[in-house]
């Protein structure tokens, strides 16, 4: 792959999930700037953060700041690449894990919601993407992205449907959404000193997935 | 009931839901300055937001809104309080409204979701709670109307599990943190101009809500 079609597909950051158990997630690796980044945005939000707070947590000068990045808003673009890029290969690892529709989605929501709790401030992020304006040529790697990750789950959940393993009403894509949005909402609760662990969490919402899909037989038969 | 009483029941909004129908919903109605905080807030954020932003987008001076309200975290309270006071009133109707607990949690969804669309900025004010310090004591009458909307819900999923007609595992807390969730996450992707109506995604969000629950009987028998 050229440079340019990595640049193109968003794999500025890679994930390489192979051998690795997808349940055992640690907070994405960042340079120390993102990692400022991320924080400063969780804490006070894309417009409530300048970039010389983001310089001045991360102990860099301003033009060290803007030799490894664009502005604001190229580091907003790269913490969601980042960010994007770790669900995908995750998600990809827990479908490929799955034998059956079930299986698939539960692992996928699993993963999904360990995204949430094992990087709070990176999972936060997504909900700044609306600062990026529509037509910002930026924003595609993160969309592709995203895309790709909505369609393993249509994929899966339309096999559930076929064979008869799931049933509903709705079009896959309303439940996809709403879906992807209770998983999103974890970051709006969760907190690491709860009393919920990220596994006990992430069971619960793949096994409610399962109900929200209209799974004929919920338990795992292993 | 005292000022004072009233005060920190957090009703100094009141909405009066009688003989109104509850599907029929308007955005909340507010004083011009809490219109524009709500809209400021939506497009920036709160830390995005100053409170002279504040006052030029409703077009007062700073004076007449520092007489009307004490200062920028004072006026996220009493949107905060405006919508919370909304859902209490008219997720009480829809429940009312409700003969069994299947009716009751799916008129109650609808009546949230109906809450997320009909007016998009100020239900997305909820997402700035977080920005509240835990001591700030004007936390409390938002948190104890959240309380008393939580709390109906609960009565009406622990009525359906005691009937048989809900069946799931996890414990009704959970549930109802999934379903306020995927509610909540509304805010992030509809938008007016979208394909969906406000009462489609109310009433997609109402039968998935019974799927959730494990609603042994989805079908109103009208």
Request: charged letters at 25%; glycine letters at 6%.
């Amino acid at each position: 792959m050229s440079d340019s079609a990595k640049a193109a597909a968003g794999k500025r950051f890679t994930v390489d999930t192979e051998g690795l158990d997808w349940r055992r997630r640690e907070p994405v690796p960042l340079p120390t700037t993102l990692v400022a980044a991320k924080r400063a945005f969780y804490e006070r939000g894309f417009h409530g953060t300048s970039i010389r707070d983001i310089a001045s947590r991360a102990g860099v000068s301003l033009p060290t700041l803007y030799y490894h990045h664009d502005n604001k808003l190229g580091i907003l673009v790269e913490l969601l690449e980042a960010a994007m890029t770790s669900v995908l290969a995750w998600v990809g690892a827990a479908i490929e894990e799955g034998r059956t529709p079930s299986e698939k989605l539960s692992n996928a929501i699993e993963s999904i919601v360990l995204h949430m709790t094992s990087d709070l401030e990176l999972a936060s992020v997504a909900s700044e993407f609306r600062h990026l304006d529509p037509e910002d040529p930026r924003r595609e790697p993160y969309i592709a992205m995203r895309t790709e990750t909505e369609n393993m789950l249509a994929d899966v959940i339309q096999a559930g449907l076929d064979s008869g393993e799931f049933r509903f009403d709705q079009d896959v894509k309303d439940v996809l959404r709403y879906l992807f949005g209770a998983c999103q909402a974890v970051t709006t609760w969760y907190r690491p000193s709860g009393a919920r662990t990220p596994a006990e969490v992430a069971a619960s919402y793949a096994s409610i997935a399962l109900r929200v899909v209209g799974a004929q037989d919920t338990n795992n038969n292993d």
